[in-house]
Antibody, heavy 114, light 110 residues
Framework: QVQLVQSGAEVKKPGASVKVSCKAS????????MHWVRQAPGQGLEWMGW????????NYAQKFQGRVTMTRDTSISTAYMELSRLRSDDTAVYYC???????WGKGATVTVSS | QAVVTQEPSLTVSPGGTVTLTCGSS?????????PYWFQQKPGQAPRTLIS???NKYSWTPARFSGSLLGGKAALTLSGAQPEDEAEYYC??????????FGGGTKLTVL
């Protein structure tokens, strides 16, 4: 079946970087943009950007430009989201979601704490 | 950047009907914003209920319906069940495939 499997929880120190993965299965990975969305504890959903797995092209939300990098490895149908210069307010669950919005990963918890 | 607005909270009685709305700071919401609605329960990923204003998925309970109402996207729940208590988010798409989520509506069935 169609699914997105994300990497596990991470704990990072302020100033560090984190890289979250999202492995797609059950469909043609290059056929759909992959979006990244995050949710801080007790807060709403926040769109971070997308990557076109076919071309590698990206579009980031203005808030994250300069700190986020989305990449992909088509050989293993996996998308990545790397966030740098982490701050405590980056503590959140990070989701990947297919462009069609009907398939979401279960989320990867990133905790930023000294 | 556009701001998408939702009611922060709503309460509905079991078996009752409630309408959640989704507005845009840029003006009227149209089908061109491809409104989506998601349901999220604590500790779970969002689950997509409605696509492109009014289309349902195979897993969408029949009691949920989507529409455009008074310049906003709307999600109507008719015959609320206790299991419908959740946070509901709308999503509008803008130029260049950018997504903007509403702040969410906490729906209480009481």
């Amino acid at each position: 079946q169609v699914q997105l499997v994300q990497s596990g929880a991470e704990v990072k120190k302020p100033g560090a970087s984190v890289k979250v993965s999202c492995k797609a299965s059950g469909y043609t990975f290059t056929g759909y943009y992959m979006h990244w969305v995050r949710q801080a504890p007790g807060q709403g959903l926040e769109w971070m950007g997308w990557i076109n797995p076919s071309s590698g092209g990206t579009n980031y939300a203005q808030k994250f430009q300069g700190r986020v990098t989305m990449t992909r490895d088509t050989s293993i149908s996996t998308a990545y989201m790397e966030l740098s210069r982490l701050r405590s307010d980056d503590t959140a669950v990070y989701y990947c979601a297919r462009e069609s919005k009907d398939v979401w990963g279960k989320g990867a918890t990133v905790t930023v704490s000294s | 950047q556009a701001v998408v607005t939702q009611e922060p909270s709503l309460t509905v009685s079991p078996g009752g009907t409630v309408t959640l709305t989704c507005g845009s700071s840029t003006g009227a919401v149209t089908s061109g914003h491809y409104p989506y609605w998601f349901q999220q329960k604590p500790g779970q990923a969002p689950r997509t209920l409605i696509s492109d204003t009014r289309n349902k998925y195979s897993w969408t309970p029949a009691r949920f319906s989507g529409s455009l109402l008074g310049g906003k996207a709307a999600l109507t729940l008719s015959g609320a069940q206790p299991e419908d208590e959740a946070e509901y988010y709308c999503l509008l798409s803008y130029s260049d495939a950018r997504w903007v989520f509403g702040g969410g509506t906490k729906l209480t069935v009481l």
